[in-house]
């Protein structure tokens, strides 16, 4: 290596680190040489000492970690802090150990690591502080998964039992934490590490860290009166029960002394209402009942109480003389032991780890089977400890477990809550919130949505800010969802700006996905929701016709892109239908895109039947509408009559031979024979607007396949009416009447007409028709 990689105050000594290697290798040869003859003790600490400051500014220092491991496996208990200490600088450089050589680095890959079991769960705290940051230092080495599993580590890993504890063992915690986020890196790891007592360690890590970070921004607290403080010293000779009742509350306080116990013997009395705020030097103001309890233990057991003005005795009441009191100084709350910054990483790596393994919806059971992890992640989300960066992980954490149906909504709104409360909020925290909302909403029931307009005013915004195809979909989702709702709430997520955001997403032909899940969500709105002003001001149905028109200009030939085209506008037919009950909105449905598709479909020999009877449908409403003679004017003079030839001779054979077959619709099954009878349905007001059509009905594919169709229905008459019907069961003609009425009357207006009469004589339908005469009716 070159001299840059050399420590700076020994380049004048060592022009290349392989010098300076050498130099270590042999200050190990010696320390090895003292271990086996068992002298130089003072030598060694000094060798150690200075290797270890020299591994700290440059790891690579050491050629191969192992030669210092290797003298760990046999080292006295005396020396080996500063030896793990040496190692885990060693291996510091994240990619020195597969620089090295293959046999170099495979050594120490192979090596035994159950020994060190002992040195992480029952040495000195620094021997397991340092063996916890060496296998730290490993972790993110795929090849050294194994050395890590064997050494036992993950056995030690286990939740902690108190705040306290926390607090005092931080350096162990913090190493832990240190492993377990750069093993979790790899996805391979995780079988090793989701185990019950890891999220448990996780839990307590999360929930103590955010604890200790948040007093440390809030400081001590400055308060509003002046406290005055009460020591109680209870030595070895004060057995349990010492006589206090405690109310644990924050903080806990006294809520009687007992008489004859210690307590009632302290030299300055306590009252009730003494709030209890030091155990033996540790502030408690803020800890559990479980946490605080273990103290009592203790002796010699100091507790320190504060008391308001009011609660103090009267000068009357003192037990002691003026000149006998002692001034008691004020105690402030006790500083955080360690380094806040530290805190803050520990708090910061328990959060990489949970997303690391939130990653892979395999560990979600284990880890969401713990709730205070979802609560202390959601209750800082706000928090000013989350850098901008951290708080993004935090966000893509919360986006994981949103897949969960039953928290999705929580987390969705916390989230959203956040983003609405902030000045300025981070633009790259959008796309999660998008996603979450797009989970909360495609998992919930129709009938589970509860309108919220704030909500939809919400995404609304978030939409002009996104661009991004993956987002519009989430969007969209968002909007489809919240259309999905009852009826009867559908109005109360109407806004201006939830519906120009649907006629965006409609009108943008790049997303095929996008676009029909607004077109959907315009059709459900326009269906329980439909507000004629704003539908008129936005020209929302138009805009639908016209982006439809534009999907079938593109789909050209293509059949898949052909019947996307159907799908948009079969959507618009039937949200063009709702809107001929508003006057103000029938003259924007003379649509040019839409009287071409409705055209060409009489002249397809492949749209179905559930497509034609919707066409039909729309097509009768707009002609009983203020605009039908302009609406049947166009359709003339594109060719009405002989497209509705052309359509009967298509399926004469499927109406004619009986191949009724359902096909499933938007509302439900539909059949050729029920797309006729929405078909002859129309006819009898087209006739009543051009008498001339007749001329159409008498062609011959027509009449053969309106003869069929009523001897078909005088046959399921007979079947259902009938000498052989059951005449234990109503049957049910209500679909039945509703065709044979429209027949009736079609063939009526037939019968008035001479050529009409003529084709009608043809169909030899006198006799089924005098039949059905015999059969009951109401």
């Not at 999660?432 to 909360?440: E, M």
């Amino acid at each position: 290596k070159g001299i840059d990689m050399v420590p700076k105050e020994l380049r004048v000594m060592f022009k290349t680190m392989k010098q300076l290697q050498f130099k270590c290798e042999g200050l190990l040869e010696v320390v090895e040489q003292c271990l086996d003859t068992n002298r130089g003790r003072e030598l060694i600490t000094a060798i150690l000492e200075c290797m270890s400051g020299l591994t700290y500014l440059s790891p690579l220092c050491v050629l191969d970690p192992y030669s210092v491991y290797k003298i760990v496996s046999k080292a006295p208990e005396w020396v080996h802090s500063p030896l793990l200490c040496l190692l885990c600088n060693t291996l510091s450089d994240e990619d020195r150990v597969e620089k090295n050589d293959e046999e170099e680095s495979g050594e120490m890959i192979n090596a035994q690591s159950d020994y060190l079991f002992p040195l992480i769960s029952t040495s000195t705290l620094k021997t397991r502080q340092y063996t916890l940051a060496t296998l730290a230092n490993l972790g993110p080495r795929k090849r050294f998964q194994p050395f890590i599993v064997n050494s036992g580590v993950f056995r030690v890993i286990k939740p902690l039992p108190s705040r306290s504890y926390f607090v005092e063992h931080f350096g162990l915690v913090i190493e832990c934490m240190r492993l377990l986020t750069n093993m979790t890196c790899m996805e391979d790891t995780h079988l090793d590490v989701m185990t019950e007592t890891v999220v448990g360690f996780l839990r307590d890590v999360l929930k103590y860290s955010s604890k200790q970070i948040l007093f440390d921004l809030k400081g001590p607290p400055v308060p509003d009166v002046e406290y005055e403080y009460v020591t109680a010293t209870f030595e070895e000779e004060d057995v349990p029960p010492l006589g206090l009742r405690i109310r644990w509350e924050v903080p806990p306080y006294v809520s009687e002394v007992l008489a004859d116990t210690p307590a009632a013997a302290l030299e300055q009395p306590l009252m009730d209402g003494d709030e209890l705020v030091e155990v033996n030097g540790v502030d408690v103001t803020e800890m559990e009942q479980s946490e605080i309890e273990p103290f009592f233990e203790m002796r010699p057991l100091t507790l320190v109480f504060r008391r308001t003005p009011e609660r103090r005795p009267k000068k009357q009441e003192l037990t002691l003389k003026a000149d006998e009191e002692e001034e008691i100084a004020k105690v402030e709350k006790l500083d955080t032991y360690g380094d806040p910054d530290q805190y803050l990483e520990c708090f910061n790596l328990a959060l990489l780890t949970l997303h690391n393994l939130a990653t892979n919806r395999r560990n979600h059971d284990l880890i969401l089977a713990e709730p205070k992890i979802l609560d202390t992640i959601l209750e800082i989300i706000t928090s000013e400890i989350l850098a901008p960066s951290l708080r993004r992980i935090t966000f893509s954490l919360l986006t994981c477990f949103a897949e969960h149906k039953d928290i999705a909504g929580r987390i969705f709104m916390d989230m959203a809550e956040y983003f609405r409360s902030c000045e300025k909020g981070d633009p790259a925290l959008q796309k999660y919130i998008i996603v979450c909302a797009n989970l909360f909403y495609t998992s919930m029931k129709p009938e589970e949505v509860i309108p919220d307009i704030g909500m939809m005013m919400f995404v609304g915004k978030l939409a002009e800010l996104e661009t991004t195809s993956s987002s519009s979909m989430s969007l969209v989702e968002v909007l489809h969802g919240m259309s999905r709702a009852p009826r009867d709430r559908r109005s109360q997520f109407i806004c201006r700006e939830t519906m120009v955001v649907t006629v965006r997403f409609i009108e943008d032909p790049d997303q095929w996905e996008v676009q029909l899940r607004a077109f959907e969500a315009a059709y459900f709105l326009t269906l329980g929701a439909c507000d004629p002003v704003l539908w008129g001001s936005l020209t929302v149905v138009p805009r639908m016709a016209k982006a439809a028109g534009k999907a079938r200009e593109f789909a050209g030939r293509d059949p898949v892109l052909q019947s996307r085209a159907d799908g948009l506008f079969e959507l618009t037919m039937r949200s063009a239908e709702v809107c001929l009950q508003y006057e103000m909105l029938v003259k924007q449905l003379a649509m040019p895109d839409m009287d071409r598709y409705l055209m060409d479909l009489f002249a397809s020999e492949t749209k179905t039947p559930p497509l034609m009877q919707c066409a039909v449908h729309l097509m009768t409403g707009l002609i009983k509408s203020a605009i039908g003679h302009g609406c049947y004017t166009r359709w003339r003079a594109m060719g009405l009559g002989d497209k509705i030839i052309t359509w009967f001779k298509n399926h004469r054979a499927e109406i004619c031979t009986g191949e009724d077959k359902n096909m499933e619709g938007a509302i439900g099954h539909v059949s050729i024979g029920n797309a006729l009878d929405t078909l002859l349905h129309f006819l009898i007001f087209a006739l009543d607007m051009d008498a001339d059509l007749v001329s159409t009905l008498i062609a011959d594919d027509v009449v053969s396949c309106i003869a069929f169709r009523i001897l078909a229905l005088a046959q399921k008459y007979k079947e259902q009416l009938g000498e052989g019907a059951d005449k234990g069961r109503v049957p049910d003609l209500s679909g039945q009447n509703v065709s044979f009425r429209s027949i009736a009357q079609l063939l009526t207006v037939l019968a008035c007409n001479e050529h009409g009469l003529a084709a009608m004589g043809k169909l030899n339908l006198a006799v089924p028709l005098a039949g059905l005469l015999e059969l009951p009716s109401e």
